[in-house]
């Protein structure tokens, strides 16, 4: 199949090219961005070497979904879509953080909750919790915003403030906008049978200085499903947590001795495993939003997308 690993387009009025982990963004005219969601995948901050079938798409067709469905709550840049990997939008100035809220110990949190540390960017984190056990009340952990490949970091909201990332008054917009996302979020995932784990959002601000949801929200890349049905019987009998998200990469990687980290080498990713992969992207999607997947036509792929961004534009 044909995935699509890179972009390298002119369209009219193109100002400039971003190419991020997964998603390259294109200035038009300094008024819109138009955003591509490849098939990369990237884990531990690192893009992997093999693309994963259609995981563009579904990523791009869940964060559209979500935006519209959070629209009435937070406003978001959306403006259109035109293909099935591609979102057009208002151009934003983001800020320069992830604003990650989690509701239940999983993931990072009950990586460093292991090994001793009970504070979590600012936030502490009660005692006698076991991993994935729900938090009395969900928590902000933000990271900072990388640019270049470089890791992401935990903050605090205090060095966030004392750093002038964000002013005060804007940093209480992002954690109010925050929780009330989490909260949609939680309420829509409940419908479907699943709970929204833990998530992380990003926001920019338009020309005229609104603050507005940009990027991805509630995808498996951004964010940490358990299927609701089992999970109390699974915590009380200690067992691990069926789960849609993309942890179930990292914990492969984990087990082949790869996180990131200096001197290690990524695992080879065999053809089997990459459809796996693949599919439980479309198992999230599908169980997400209640509608079944269609995939969309791969051949020529980048010469499609070419021509619904010209149209578009046109």
């Known amino acids: 199949m044909n995935t699509i690993n890179e972009t390298n387009f002119e369209f009219p009025g193109q100002k400039s090219i971003y190419k991020g982990k997964v998603r390259e963004v294109y200035n038009i005219n300094n008024d819109l961005l138009v955003m591509i ?17 259609f995981k563009g798409q579904i990523l791009n067709q869940i964060a559209t979904k979500m935006m519209n469905d ?5 406003p978001n840049w959306l403006i259109a879509n035109p293909d099935e990997n591609v979102a057009v939008g208002h151009l934003c100035d983001p800020f320069k953080l992830e604003m990650v809220i989690r509701g239940y110990l999983s993931g990072h949190a009950a990586r460093e909750y292991k090994a001793g540390k009970r504070t979590l960017c600012g936030v ?11 938090f009395p009340t969900p928590i902000i952990t933000p990271s900072t915003k990388a640019d270049n490949g470089d890791h992401d970091e935990d903050i ?56 507005v949801l940009i990027d991805e929200i509630h995808t498996p890349d951004s964010s940490r499903y358990f299927y ?22 990292r914990q492969w990687l984990i087990e082949n001795g790869f996180q990131g980290k200096e001197g290690q080498t990524i695992p080879e990713m065999s053809d089997e495993k990459i459809i796996e992969i693949s599919n439980r992207y479309i198992e999230l999607f599908e169980q997400i939003t209640g509608e079944q997947f269609v995939k969309a036509q791969t051949e020529n792929v980048l010469d499609r ?10």
Do not use: W
């Open 37 to 53: 969601a490849t098939d990369r995948l990237s884990a531990f901050d690192v893009i992997l070497p093999k693309q994963i079938p």
């Open 156 to 211: 605090s909201r205090d060095a966030i403030l004392a750093n002038g990332i964000v002013s005060e008054e804007d940093y209480l917009v992002l954690e109010d906008y925050t929780r009330k996302l989490f909260k949609r979020g939680s309420e829509i995932a409940a419908k479907r049978g699943l709970i929204l784990v833990d998530t992380k959002y990003e926001f920019g601000k338009t020309k005229e200085g609104k603050i």
């Open 228 to 249: 609701a049905d089992s999970y109390q019987e699974r915590q009380d009998n200690n067992e691990a947590q069926k789960q849609l998200s993309k942890e179930f990469v």
């Open 305 to 314: 997308i070419e021509k619904n961004v010209l149209d578009f534009l046109s």
């Open 70 to 74: 959070t629209s009435d709550i937070v």
């Open 124 to 134: 502490e984190m009660v005692d006698n919790l076991k991993e994935n056990d729900k």
